[in-house]
């Protein structure tokens, strides 16, 4: 169709412009195949298949993991209409799911594995290429002109062997039309092959790259739920810390309210000459540092709610309030007695562990990249060969397959320079001691995290009960010294420091709650035993620690 519609269009002048048009356009036409949205929702056709299939692989769920954010997300929400919100530690975990800036950020690194997988892929795909050209020149003012339309069509791939196979199609398809000339000669069909056989053989050697990005994939997969695991602990305890810090200031402010009271009547007894100067001052003293407690704790609360909101994602400005009576969960929850064998814990997490897997496996990629560096090294000989087949001269554009040209032989390389492969190969050597020394630091690392999470759950679980009989010795104290006072039998600053004595305890009380809760979260998460949903962060804070696993079950 193009031949002839150049035909039809041969007047010498005209012909200068109008083919140059039509090329012009019908290049502009092909480039616009490429759209950004289409591109786009290709590349997601190949990814995301490739993230379930991993999140299969390594947790054992096909899951979808879109890195799109949804466009109405509360953080937008409360930035176009800001209003107050009230969140349970479950639509906490929603919220950073789906408007935390980290979460959001290890999404797209596991979309970028993915993505580079797709281009090691390419690498054993068949990859078509196309180009096509056009001229017109001529000499002086003669009329007459020649036009060159040339198109190539070409498509490579290479086999998991090593080998690498090229074909190109119609190198050029017309020269010289104007002047009367013939179709040009040259190759119409050209093949070439090869064949490594010694250096660069092998499935081992030429899928490295692919084996390696495949890997790659699988390793961020493990770290994104590493860190989902992780983030949801630090959502957690972040809400408990709030929580604990509103508890506190209710604490306080009681307090206060008790220490206000007692001021009063001590002013009434001392106008009625039944108490000293001195019994009020100390009442007006302790009622300020009562005050002033107050407003610390306060600022306290807000500076802690401000992070957590950031944590979660949301406007800093945001009028977010929590559910405390979270807390009263934790009391019912209990604080129970926590009997773990240190070994046993140990063993568990180095089993289940995805970040110690990752390590590991690393150590076997260091070692293929040693077998690959040694490869290099060795001489190359390659199998060449090569067939042409050539068009027709005249009108038509045929093959000719009379004349077909073809090749065969062997390429050598004596391999008398390899500098940059030696060294190459003794940097992998240095590579693979240096990934066996972070085995062995991974292996120390977690064992001392099973060490510090134990003794971080004994230590709540002592202090707890510790601060029970504080604050039931402090109770007491508060009420004799409150009955000797009224009496007579004792002084306005026994009573202040029994109430100060009580405050501190329900304080140390709660922290050792909270701090048990947190301590037993943290070893599920460092035991890799967080049963999170397959979407987003939610799990049971009262899941049972998997201190009973067999080797190689995985959460």
């Not at 007491?476 to 000797?484: D, G, P, Q």
């Amino acid at each position: 169709m193009l031949f002839a519609q150049i035909h039809a269009l041969a007047t010498p002048l005209r012909m200068k412009h109008r083919a140059l048009l039509s090329t012009t356009v019908c290049g502009a036409l092909f480039s616009a195949c490429w759209s950004a949205q289409g591109s786009k929702e290709e590349v997601d056709e190949r990814v995301y298949p490739i993230l379930e299939a991993a999140s299969e692989q390594v947790t054992g769920v096909n899951k979808a993991i879109p890195i799109v954010r949804p466009v109405d997300t509360l953080r937008q929400r409360l930035l176009d209409s800001p209003t107050a919100v009230r969140l349970s530690l479950v639509e906490a975990l929603d919220v950073a799911a789906e408007n935390s800036r980290d979460f959001q950020r290890q999404k797209e690194q596991l979309y970028l594995a993915a993505l580079d997988l797709t281009r090691a892929m390419r690498q054993f795909d068949v990859v078509y290429s196309g180009d096509a050209s056009s001229g017109i020149n001529g000499e002086g003012r003669e009329t007459a002109s020649d036009v060159d339309v040339g198109a190539g069509l070409g498509a490579s791939t290479q086999t998991e062997s090593g080998g690498r196979i090229v074909a190109d199609f119609a190198t050029t398809f017309l020269r010289s039309v104007l002047s009367g000339g013939d179709f040009d000669g040259s190759s119409i069909l050209s093949l070439s092959i090869t064949q490594p056989l010694m250096r660069g053989y092998g499935r081992r050697i030429a899928r490295e790259p692919l084996t390696q990005a495949e890997r790659n994939v699988i390793y961020q997969m493990r770290a994104f739920e590493r860190f989902r695991a992780t983030f949801a602990t630090q959502v957690v305890s972040d809400y408990y810390g709030v929580i604990q810090q509103a508890q506190n200031l209710k604490n306080v402010e009681a307090n206060y309210e008790s220490v206000r009271q007692s001021r009063l009547r001590t002013e009434e007894e001392f106008n009625a000459s039944r108490k000293t100067i001195s019994d009020l001052g100390r009442e007006r003293q302790s009622e300020l540092s009562a005050s002033n407690n107050r407003v610390r704790a306060q600022n306290q609360l807000e500076t802690s709610l401000d992070r957590f909101k950031i944590t979660l994602g949301l406007p800093v400005t945001t009028k977010a309030d929590l559910d405390v009576t979270e807390i009263d969960r934790l009391v019912e929850r209990g604080v129970t007695q926590f009997s773990v064998q240190e070994p046993a814990a140990v063993s568990i997490a180095l089993d289940r562990r995805y970040d110690h897997r990752t390590v590991l496996d690393q150590v076997a990629d260091a070692a293929r990249k040693i077998a690959v560096a040694e490869d290099a090294l060795r001489m190359g000989l390659a199998f060449t060969s090569a067939v042409s087949v050539p068009s027709t001269t005249g009108p038509g554009l045929e093959p000719d397959w009379s004349k077909v040209d073809w090749s065969a032989g062997f390429d050598l390389d004596l391999a008398l320079n390899r500098f940059d492969e030696r060294n190459s190969y003794r940097s992998s050597l240095i590579t693979l001691e240096v990934n066996i020394r972070a085995r062995e630091q991974s292996q120390d690392n977690i064992a001392s995290q099973i060490r510090a999470a134990l003794r971080n759950i004994q230590t709540a679980f002592d202090s707890y009960a510790i601060q029970v009989e504080a604050e039931k010795v402090a109770r007491l104290r508060v009420e004799s010294t409150t009955e000797l006072y009224a009496a007579g039998r004792t002084n306005a600053l026994d009573v202040l420091d029994a109430k100060d004595s009580l405050l501190a305890s329900q304080l140390s009380l709660t922290q050792a709650i909270v701090d048990y809760a947190i301590a037993r979260i943290q070893l599920l998460r460092d035991l890799e035993g967080l049963c999170l949903e397959p979407q987003g962060l939610r799990f049971d804070p009262a899941l049972e620690v998997p201190v009973m696993a067999t080797a190689g079950e995985r959460p």
